[in-house]
């Protein structure tokens, strides 16, 4: 086991504090009042984490429209954030997360295993915030081609 649980539905989503694209601090706090989509993926320009930026990218009018504010979290420096928006013209917050602060805190840090490889890194997993803070929903293991869709319709 590796010392986090996954957070669960209807409990208070961690605060927490990083800096997105342009080096900007944003608080997860700095939006009590709207809904929130945090997705958490493992790297910058890997073909699961682009596809899933992608699909948010090509579905981020229906979340515009709704007002709900979409905030994507990876260990991957400021940098990497900006050069992976440009890239791919990604209109949404790429937060950097090289301490595991949130990472840890929403317990997405675990064991994984590719091709019989054990490691340690991000669980992709999507959590979607309600106006109060608390998580409405959790998306475990989240597919990086259906999920912006399976927020958007859990969100009608």
């Known amino acids: 086991m590796n010392g986090y649980y996954m ?17 900007n601090i944003v608080k997860l706090s ?29 579905a981020y009018d229906g979340f515009k429209k709704k007002n709900i504010v979409v905030i994507g979290v990876s260990k991957d420096s400021i940098e ?11 209109p949404f917050i790429l937060l950097a997360d090289p301490e595991l602060e ?8 675990g064991e994984k295993n590719l091709y019989g490889i054990k490691s340690m890194g991000v669980i992709r997993s999507t959590f979607v915030i309600d106006e109060k803070g608390v998580i409405a929903k959790v998306f475990t293991k989240a597919n990086p081609d259906t999920n912006a ?8």
């Open 7 to 23: 957070l669960q539905e209807k409990t208070i989503a961690p605060i927490f504090s990083l800096k997105d694209q342009n080096d």
């Open 30 to 58: 700095d939006f009590l009042g709207k809904k929130v989509v945090v997705y958490f993926y493992p790297k910058d320009h890997t073909p699961g984490c682009t596809r899933q930026a992608c699909a948010f990218r090509d």
């Open 80 to 90: 990497s954030h900006r050069k992976f928006i440009a890239d791919y013209q990604l």
């Open 102 to 109: 949130a990472i840890k805190a929403f317990g997405v840090w």
């Open 149 to 156: 869709q399976e927020i958007l319709e859990f969100l009608k």
